[in-house]
């Protein structure tokens, strides 16, 4: 149980360009789910927290206008990175937690590649 | 959230226990210890967590000291499919699903044949 997947697994686009980016909890609703961002040999780093049926909240530095987040249903929250640039390449992993447990789990990520 | 400490890399043979310890000093009453890992181009995997008894499961052992300040996560026979970054990650529990994780550095575990 506490199956979280993303799709795609991995993306390629053109500069300027929007990106889609799809988290689901595959077994259980989630109230919350969490989107990181991971750049080469660095660690995770927290980008935003979905909330279904609300606002993202984002972490500081982090463009909401750039980084469109939707949470829509218990199961799908959605990441757009709109008008993509090479510096948005990056490993973008979403996490959720089943409403009545505190472990989070994470996707297999996805990794962008913006030419 | 309480900061962690971790060695940033270690090694281990395989087949042999893996010991990975992990500093958390200022932990609070309210904060649990999770463990995570994450292997080469994968999203972290949940491992094992644990508040202040010792905690094991199909996974690994989870050993904290009593005054809590302290943490060793135990594979007890390492393979080389093990070797990964391993993060010790403190936060608060108590139900909320809404509580965010921070990741720190976390130990980067090679099992050698």
């Not at chain 1, 609703?29 to 909240?57: C, D, H, I, V």
């Not at chain 2, 499961?57 to 007890?76: G, W």
Request: hydrophobic share 30%; net charge neutral.
């Amino acid at each position: 149980g506490a199956v979280v997947s993303q799709h795609p697994s991995r993306v390629i686009c053109k500069s300027g360009t929007s990106v889609k980016i799809e988290c689901r909890s595959l077994d259980f609703q989630a109230t919350t789910m969490f989107w990181y961002r991971q750049f080469p040999k660095q660690s995770l780093m927290l980008m935003a927290t979905s909330n279904e049926g609300s606002k993202a909240t984002y972490e500081q530095g982090v463009e909401k206008d750039k980084f469109l987040i939707n949470h829509a249903s218990l199961t799908l929250s959605t990441l757009t990175v709109t008008s993509a640039h090479p510096e948005d390449s990056s490993f973008y992993i979403c996490s959720a937690s089943p409403d009545v447990t505190d472990t989070q789990y994470f996707g297999p990520g996805t990794r962008l590649t913006v030419l | 959230d309480a900061k962690t400490t971790q060695p940033p890399s270690m090694d281990c043979a395989e087949g042999r226990a893996a010991n990975l310890p992990c500093n958390h000093s200022t932990i609070s009453g309210n904060e649990y210890v999770y463990w995570y890992r994450q292997i080469h181009s994968q999203g972290p995997q949940y491992i094992i967590h644990g508040l202040k008894n010792n905690e094991t499961n199909e996974m690994a052992s989870l050993i904290i000291t009593e005054d809590r300040k302290s943490s060793t996560l135990i594979l007890p026979h390492a393979t080389l499919r093990d070797t990964a970054v391993y993060y010790c990650i403190v936060r608060v529990g108590g139900g909320n699903a809404g509580n965010m994780l921070t990741f720190g550095g976390g130990t980067r575990l090679m099992v050698k044949p």
